[in-house]
């Protein structure tokens, strides 16, 4: 039992981390950004790169790979989504351009990383066993410490900073932002960064746990949609409970259903379906309409 | 007057000049040969591998001169086409190679691929060489495709009894992923242990093929202490991380698959954890290289930048498809004269030292010849590289 819950609290602490990404964009722009694992995976090759092929420490690949991302976010926000949202009166040009945006970043990802599975050596060497109850390797509770201490940044980002208080004005309620002088296109632009920093900030911190390759990215946004529909898209504290639900979900199927075949997400989705379809707006999403 | 004849000399040499210039370069009649496999995605080194061993081998081929088969030199081409690991796609990339004019189509590289494209071969007069394990492909009345490499059921009681002589293995378990090419391998391997008299302790755990943390997969199967895990199916980039998945769970058994892999995947993935993994090797293991698999390698690496050992098992199928038309060009465009030299064929064997030849096999497996004969070259990785445990032959 302790070994499930400190799975499920590891894997929690990752998907949370990706979850917040996608529901910060979310929030501010009402995009579903369907790059996302794509991001991911990106952030984890950027990380490998520094890491693996130029000998750098793990901490200059972790800023790597964050400040790439952003970047990378930025760029796609200004040239991209900015310019599609003003012109188009559908919702749905948003959707296609993000999937046409996970399209092409996965062939960057193949032209530019190839088509290995890529890892990089552990940073901390160990298991920590308490009497064979409870077996985590130190490298896993580094990383999990990592992503939780990122996750308090976060938060206190986004609930002290001027930024952050800027964008959860726009997040509320765009219109009375603007007319309280806040920078629309600024505040739009430094949220989708932020949000693809985040996915990559995750992705440097798991190749180093579970390797990245290119066929990642998908399965990944999947699950970073499932997280904010358990917690309610758009709202921070969902896609921190949403990450840690399916954390503990996944933990606890894999270990008691092993014995029926490869049904955990069998149950995960059925469990979803039934949950949507009682409060369709996630545990902590507002009501729609 | 002579100014007029010297100035039409002068157009008549140069056009005589030009023309034999031409000559003297003309091209090589083309002979496409297909591709149809997945190269994208986490399974994506397979397929590659497949394609870039044709693309080396063919593109040193070319440099030679070419290959002559009958009274005409020919230059390969290579006709790929990435399936994405999708069986619609393999059909639509089959039936492309059939529009191009293609007769001899690598791949696919999986189990419902390789099986979705059969009917498409069959109407369209192609002969494709999958890496599927299936024996409906390769048992009459099924004669299109030619298996190559050696299959699990061949190589997976050649491993499980070498290591219940060396090892003395009593207990098995077996993990795979959720798809029908591991899971086909996992029952196979099941089979093959029962009858060898191994106690299957697991056999029902199975994994989503994108999986990332196999720690709270493999806990279960670890917790009944098998002497040996087998990783039925398992792509190159899951591999090393269920190794050390399990190794990182306190497991201290032998870890083994029947499928190829990657060293410097491993390496990077595993580290010093993937010491001691048993998988299936090719031909460029130091004692049975020879010099052109040497060059080979070297090719390959000047051409992509790095080497895949999966393309050890990769290399020979645009081998044999040359060397048999070779042996009867009127099957550069007629598959069942094709069928008709495979019982007789023989080649040299260029990437093996010795007397080596290339020949098909499979008369015990499928009741025809229906596979390439590559050694069955069994590997133990240590420190970054594959080590032979031992090799075999198979049909």
Known sequence: ?289 | MQRRNFLKTTALAAVASMVMFSAAHAENAKLKIGFVGVTSGPAAAWGISNQRSMEARAAWLNELGGVKIGDTTYDIQIVPFDDQKDPKRAIAGMEKMAQEGVHYVVGPNVDDGAAAVRPVAEQKGIIYFPYAFPKTLYVAPASNAILGMVANYQSGPAIYKYLIDNKGIKKIAFVAANESDPLSQRDSGVEAAKALGLEVVSDKVTYQVDTTDFTPVLLPVIQTQPDLLVLSGVSPANAPQLIRSARELGYQGLISTETAQDAAVLAEGAGELANGFISVGGASTPELASDAMKEFVDRYTKMFGEYNDESNTKVYALEYIIETLKANPAAIDNVDEYKKTIDTFEAPNPFMVGDAKLHYVGTTSFQQKRQISVPLVVNEYKDGAFQTLFVAQVD
């Open chain 1, 1 to 289: 039992m302790e070994q499930i819950i400190a799975n499920g609290l590891y894997l929690g602490a990752q998907y949370a981390l990706i979850a917040l990404g996608l529901t910060l964009i979310f929030s501010l722009m009402n995009v579903l950004n369907f790059a996302h694992g794509q991001m991911y995976v990106f952030g984890g090759f950027v990380c490998y790169t520094v890491v693996s092929q130029l000998g750098l420490p793990f901490i200059v690949g972790l800023i790597a790979s964050a400040l790439v991302l952003g970047v990378m976010g930025a760029l796609i926000e200004r040239f991209l989504f900015r310019p599609v949202i003003r012109r188009s009166k559908r919702d749905e040009s948003t959707m296609l351009l993000a999937a046409g945006i996970a399209f092409f970043l996965d062939a960057l990802i193949l032209l530019l990383f190839g088509e290995k599975q890529r890892g990089v050596p552990k940073i901390v060497n160990g298991v920590f066993n308490w009497d064979f109850r409870l077996i985590m390797p130190y490298d896993r509770i580094l990383i999990g410490v990592l992503a939780i201490a990122l996750i308090l940044g976060f938060i206190l980002f986004m609930q002290y900073s001027k930024a952050g208080r800027a964008m959860r004005a726009l997040a509320q309620d765009r219109t009375a932002a603007q007319l309280m002088g806040v920078d629309v296109d600024r505040y739009s632009m430094l949220g989708f960064a932020m949000g693809a920093m985040l996915a990559g900030l995750v992705g440097a911190l798991l190749v180093t746990i579970t390797g990245v390759n290119l066929g990642m990215g998908g399965p990944t946004s999947v699950k970073a949609f499932l997280m904010i529909m358990i917690g309610g898209a758009g709202v921070i504290s969902g896609a921190i409970a949403g990450g840690f639900i399916l954390g503990m979900m996944e933990s606890v199927g894999l270990s008691v259903l092993s014995s029926y075949g490869d049904v955990t997400y069998l149950v995960i989705f059925a469990t979803l379906m039934a949950f949507l379809a009682i409060r369709p707006q996630g545990l902590m999403g507002k009501p729609w309409g």
